[in-house]
């Protein structure tokens, strides 16, 4: 975009992004006795039952840069923007895992939601040459979804059950597991 508003020159772009997200996770778990599941894999250590868990969500992701030139060498730009990052594959990934030294474990989520985030940014530029110049700068970000985690006392069915000397604040046997 380039313009001219009341003598004053301006240039800058705009741009909009949109991003589909669709996951599907998956693992297997051992099938419990007085468990009615039928057994998904049978194997020489066990059956096992694999449990599914799929999630999506849209995103429309605009951005806008403008620079006006106030005189030849003193500029002011203005940027927003609207960005997400999703969540790390271990953090989706819904399988247990312990530490039987520790009584201690986590496990993913496969409902999380990405970060989003907005950008505002404006600045002041003043040139003294084609390589010198000061500028001031100033900025704000909203950011949403932070992700955080959450303990709870479990017993893993994939785990003989907790038998260290570490305190873990749990109930005998069971493991403080920290989902996302």
Known sequence: LKGNLEGEAWSGNIG??????????????????????????????????????SSSYTDVLPTLNLTGYIQDDLLLRFGFGKGMTRPSVGDINPTVAVNLTS?????????????????????REKYFGPTSYVSAAVFYKKVDGFPIGVDSCQTVATSQPYTGVTPNTCPEGQFRITQT
Request: avoid cysteine.
């Open 16 to 53: 909009l992004r949109y991003v589909r997200t669709k996951h599907n996770a998956g693992s297997l778990r051992p099938v419990l006795p007085g468990d009615s599941t039928k057994p998904t894999i049978s194997a020489a250590f066990g059956d096992y039952v694999g449990t599914t868990s």
């Open 103 to 123: 009584g201690t474990g986590s496990q993913g989520n496969a409902n999380l939601q990405p970060l989003r985030a907005y950008s505002y940014d404006l600045s």
